[in-house]
Every structure is written in C-alpha cells, then in structure tokens.
C-alpha cells in the first residue's frame, strides 16, 4: 500500500470511529450538556483569577493585564486544539479497563489513531468558545498592529503550544502503558500546565523559571511566543533567542513522545497491564 493509499485509509477510519464517538456522547443529553458546562466553567475560573490578581497589583513584572490574558488565551486556545484531536491520549488507562484498548492492538488501524477517536471531546467545544472570547477580550484591550508576521507568530504559538501538550501526553501515557497505577501523571501534568502555563515567566522564584524552561517545557506552550508577538523579547528570562524557539522545542518533544508511545505499545503488548 503507498502512503497516500494510507493516508486515504486512517482518514477514512478517522471519520467512522470520530461518528460513532460522536452519536455515543449524543445520546446521553445530559452528559452532552455537562461536558460543555464543565469546560467553560473550568477555563473561566482560571481566567477570573488572573485577571483579579493582575488588576489589582497592576503591572506585574512589567506585564499589563492585556498581555497576561494574551499569554492565557493562547495557551487556552493551545490546549482547545490538543482537546479537539488528542485528549483521549489521556483516557488510555480508562480504555485498558474498559479492555477497548486490547481490542485496538489487534485491528489493522493505527493504536494511536482509534485511540484519539475512540470518544469524541465535548468539553473542547466549552475550551474553544472561553479561548476564543477571551482572546477576543484581550487583543481589543491591548491594540496590537496586527501584521501578517505577528499574525503568523500567534498561530505557530498555539499550534507549537498544541503539539507539546500532545508530546507531554504521548509522554506520560508512554509511562502508562508500562506501569499500572501510574495515571495520576495525567492529572498532574494538566494541573502544571493549567496553574502555571498561564502566566508570565518572570512572576515565578528562579527555580520555577528554570524548570519550566529548561525540564518541563511549560513555558514554551504560551510564554516565550507570546513575548516575541508582543514585542517583549528582550524582557524574557535566559535571552530573547528563546521566544523564537517554541516550534522547534516542540518537534523535539513529539519526537520523544512519539517515542515514548511506541515503546510503551510493545511493552503493554508484551505484558499486558
């Protein structure tokens, strides 16, 4: 089978099982409706927060509240896309319970791919409205001369802030699938990202700052492209050449990811959980 042959038929499978997850969550009304509540409430909580607590000590570490909720809309708009295609990397632990995963291993479909199908993300249509308004919000407050460049800078921040929310997932579900009891590490990385993915760099101890940049790269999802669409390159911690490498750091992580994930497979396949 040629590549294209390929693409045309994990396309194909894409669709069907994206249709079936859909008419699963669709018919449990209630379910459908919680979902969306649960992703707007969720996401306005962390905005209310930052934008209290930059109100009322304006201006912190030289970022105004219009900049800081740019650095939360993108990362919030980030975290929509990884919502929409890959959060049911998250779910791997659910589904080998649930033993839909074994079943994947032995279709001849990408595992990843009937995974990130398998249910589809109603509360990713929660994320995106709070994104898309907020951003709405914020880039009104700041007045930006909006260029095509610093137009193309914010879409390579999210999509970078995307995919390595996706690499830190394929990570951590890498760990799942070789150790049981370890899906916890979900719930942990969301929290990281989530409390500290939404603010400027420079309001944490320089220990934080370090490993967000240099460990964990938190910082990359909306920090440092934000600052180089802002303008505020120069301000940044470890230098401004930071702000325009989120793309690059993040095609590293997939890598790794991606990594991760395949090992984890044949380990899984090999021992089951």
Known sequence: MTTTARIRSAARIARATSRAGLRERLANKGDFVLAIVNGVTYQITVLLFAT??????????????????????????????????????REVPYLIRQGRFDSFLVRPASVFLQVCTSRFPLNAVGDLTVAATS???????????????????????????????????????????????????????????????????????????????????????????VAAVLGKAESVPYGPALTMVAPLVAAVWLAVGGWAWRTGLRAYARRGW
């Open 52 to 89: 209290v607590v930059f109100t009322r000590f304006p201006p912190l570490a030289g970022w105004t509240v219009g900049q800081v909720l740019l650095v939360s809309s993108a990362r919030l708009l980030a975290h929509s896309v990884f919502v929409l295609g890959f959060t049911n990397v």
């Open 135 to 225: 951003l709405g919000v914020c880039l009104s407050m700041l007045r930006l001369d909006w260029t095509v460049a610093r137009v193309c800078s914010l879409v390579l921040a999210v999509a970078s802030g995307a995919t390595l929310e996706l690499a830190l997932a394929l990570c951590v579900a890498g760990i799942v699938l070789r150790r049981a009891g370890t899906e916890a590490l979900f719930s942990w990385l969301d929290t990281v990202i989530g409390a500290f993915g939404n603010y400027p760099l420079s309001v944490f101890p320089t220990v934080l700052r370090a490993a967000f940049t240099f460990a964990l790269p938190v910082a990359f999802v909306a920090f440092y492209p």
